[in-house]
């Protein structure tokens, strides 16, 4: 086995068995937070990468800032993941493109797992919450919740199944949150992240006989820049130093780098024995939030 040493963009270096080489991976959510970081180290890693999100800007700075060899393993789309058929038509398109960008100066191995419409895995990113507290949220905040979170997770994995029956198997990963089993505000969003937890343990027994593995990642609250957590920390700092001393035993919160590289892992054969495992990245977190549990 040959290893290579890399280092993530926050400087730690990192070591993988060259397993994700020309491995054709589905990353839904993939221009900021934790989806850019999966693209990311997938590229670093080797593999040909499909993603998308809804806004155009994010998926453009994200291609500009890449080499412009990993540019031409990088496939984005602009869509709504929760627009009917749109996930579904960009799953496929994106395993007809993986097969014809392999060209013949490819090395062997890249080439000849090109022979068909295959993927060998998916990331099942994106997500979030709609309305706030119970009496505050309504019927549709509910539903809207559940598509962005467990419908389009349902939704591309039907899409990628025959694709990764053609690849001969594959490792789907749902990207759940530590909300999905430490219960707290808004229930919405955690019980839909549940429900995401119950669906890989669910898949990874049907699918086993297909070669198929799937398994959850539940990060705990990630640190990433202007979003939630960083923006409390800039703007309330008491209140960020409660939580944190209140809610987090190691003192700082999991960066997406942290969790991408848990992500790589179960994409990668390194994990070929793991299936139906949920994984909490969450540095021993307690709970999800000020609010819970
Ligand atoms: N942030 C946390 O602390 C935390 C903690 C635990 C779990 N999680 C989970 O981890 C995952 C990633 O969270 P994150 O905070 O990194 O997310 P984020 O910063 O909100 O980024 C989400 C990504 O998904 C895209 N996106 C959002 N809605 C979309 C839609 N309907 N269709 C297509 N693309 C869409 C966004 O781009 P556009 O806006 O351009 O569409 C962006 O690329 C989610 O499942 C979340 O529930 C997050």
Known sequence: ???????????????????????????????????????????????????CAREAAGLKALDASLSEEARTRLLTEELDVTEPGRLEDFVSTAAKRFRESVGPAAPDDVRAAAEADALDGIVACVGGSRGGAFEQTDIADWAATWEMNIGHAVRLTRAALPCLRGAGGGSIVLITSISGWKPGPPA??????????????????????????????????????????????KEDPRAYAAFAGAELPGGEPVTPQEVARAVVFLLSDWASGVSGAHLPVDRAQNAPSPYGY
């Open 188 to 233: 919405q969003y955690g019980a839909a992240k549940s429900a995401q937890i119950h669906l890989a343990a669910s898949l990874a027994r049907e699918l086993a006989p297909d070669g198929i593995r799937v398994n959850a990642v539940s990060p705990g609250s990630m640190l990433i820049p202007g979003r939630r957590w960083d923006r409390m920390r």
């Open 1 to 51: 086995m040959q290893l290579r040493a890399s280092s993530d963009a926050s400087g730690v270096r990192t070591a993988m068995v060259n397993g994700m080489r020309g491995k054709r991976v589905v990353v839904t959510g993939g221009s900021r937070g934790l989806g850019e970081q999966i693209v990311r180290l997938l590229l670093a890693e080797g593999a040909l990468v499909a993603t």
